[in-house]
């Protein structure tokens, strides 16, 4: 067992480099089983999601050879398994986007529901909805859920609610079904054009990509080709915030800042001084950041995963600010945290936290209750006085490459020690 150990109010500056987006690498590894073909997936992060991801393509029988730490070869022609490991799924909820590739190749698929982060119920409801709406027929068996189809056939089907996953797990329904499949209400995350993209460049035929309503033509092949991993967007605006809390000049660099550009604007209303290029974002700390009022929402919206960083910002403005968490209803519990450190912040409901600013915050021994939040506090732990201890790092290494050295680099106090 690992734990961090921070000691805060270090000024940080320097560069500091995004790696490839963790919600973009694991969905195009679990997409190489759509083919016999090698596929090269290069800037993939080196992180624990990504280590689970592989080991279950691994169980599956994929052969997967590591070129260089960010770089892959995966190939699943020797795949013979159909039934998901249920102690690796349990790590994992990307475990889920195995299923339709093993569905559309193999016709048949057993699963267990998936793990991830506990920030709220986390169905699967829309996604057994699509299946059948393909044509395959569902069992529940000894908790594993059990698919099968002859061939996936195309059809028209309405997302009842906006999903990440659940866009990309139909899109690769829809690739090599019989006929056109028309998706509507689709989530719009620049991670699922990248994949489209990618999947056009291997002989899919899609059409609206990046759009809410996507037109996909059925094709007989899929083959290999190279998926080059976009930034990490998440990844951006958290070190952006780090800038603007502790920094007196930090660069983040090897970034896309055009996926972010509702969150930008946020941070230049709290009064963020920002300057935004192509490829990099340069902040300095602002002594005197304005309250708001923050709702997350889907793609283009303020992404739900930056509310937990933002949060943390918030406690240092000067007045009352509102964070409205609308995706998730388990993802401000971690709020109860920052108030052990100073914060002062009254949960209205689980949706809502009302947080009064500037607080002090004092370093305090925490654990970290799931990847976002457990960076939230990282970063906490960066701006309070005194030392903080940071436990189940587990969590954060889940999504953040060696997040300790990096943070090292641009000046901050960090270690990670064995308990
Ligand atoms: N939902 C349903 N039924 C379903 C699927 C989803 O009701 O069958 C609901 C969820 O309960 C939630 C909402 O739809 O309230 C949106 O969830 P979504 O399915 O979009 O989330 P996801 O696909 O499981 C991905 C990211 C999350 C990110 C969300 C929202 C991956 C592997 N995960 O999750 O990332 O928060 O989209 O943008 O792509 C993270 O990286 O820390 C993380 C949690």
């Not at 973009?24 to 089983?33: E, H, M, P, Y």
């Not at 190939?75 to 349990?90: F, G, M, R, S, W």
């Not at 954060?396 to 990670?416: H, M, P, Q």
Request: aromatic fraction near 6%; include cysteine; proline fraction near 4%.
């Amino acid at each position: 067992m690992e734990k961090f150990v921070i000691c805060g109010k270090n000024p940080l500056s320097g560069e500091i480099a995004v790696a490839g987006a963790k919600n973009s690498a694991l969905k195009l590894l679990a997409a190489s089983i759509l083919t016999v073909e090698d596929c090269r997936i290069t800037n993939v992060p080196d992180i624990e999601d990504i280590q689970v991801m592989i080991d279950l393509l691994r169980d599956l029988g994929a052969k997967v050879e590591q070129k260089n730490r960010h770089e892959y070869i995966i190939n699943t022609k020797d795949i013979k398994k159909i039934e998901i490991n249920p102690v690796l799924a349990a790590k994992l909820r990307s475990s889920i986007m195995l299923v339709t590739p093993l569905l559309a190749r193999f016709g048949e698929v057993k699963f267990p529901y998936p793990g991830g982060c506990v920030i709220g119920k986390r169905p699967i409801d829309i996604f057994l909805d699509g299946f059948k709406a393909f044509g395959a027929e569902i069992k529940e068996e000894n908790n594993f859920f059990h698919i099968k189809t002859k061939r996936l056939k195309g059809c028209r089907f309405v997302f009842p609610w906006i999903t990440v996953t659940g866009t990309e797990s139909l899109i690769m329904a829809a690739l090599l079904a019989e006929g056109k499949t028309t998706l509507i209400n689709c989530a719009e995350e620049p991670e699922i054009a990248a994949m489209c993209d990618y999947f056009n460049s291997s002989g899919a035929r899609i059409k609206g990509i990046g759009n809410s309503t996507i037109e996909i033509e059925g094709v007989k092949k899929i083959s290999g080709g190279t998926f080059n991993t976009i930034p990490d967007r998440i990844e951006t605006g958290t070190f952006a915030i780090i800038g603007a809390l502790c920094g007196t000049g930090v660069k983040v660099v090897n970034c896309n800042p055009e996926h972010l550009a509702v969150f930008w604007e946020q941070l230049k209303k709290i009064g963020v001084k920002l300057d935004i290029g192509k490829d990099f974002v340069y902040i300095k700390k602002s002594n005197s950041l304005k309250p708001t009022e923050v709702r997350t929402h889907e793609y283009p919206g303020l992404t739900t995963d930056l509310q937990p960083p933002l949060t943390v910002l918030l406690t240092q403005a000067n007045g009352l600010s509102l964070v409205h968490e609308t995706i998730y209803e388990g993802r401000l519990f971690y709020t109860d945290i920052l108030n052990k450190m100073g914060a002062n912040i009254i949960m209205c409901d689980p949706h809502r936290v009302v947080i009064q600013g500037p607080t002090k915050l004092s370093g305090v021994t925490m654990e970290s209750p799931d990847l976002r939040a457990g960076m939230a506090l990282l970063i906490a732990a960066l701006i309070a006085s005194g030392k903080s201890e940071i436990g189940n790092i587990y969590q954060i290494d889940r999504g953040y490459e060696n997040i300790e050295g990096r943070l090292t680099r641009l000046g901050a106090n960090i270690k990670r020690v064995s308990k």
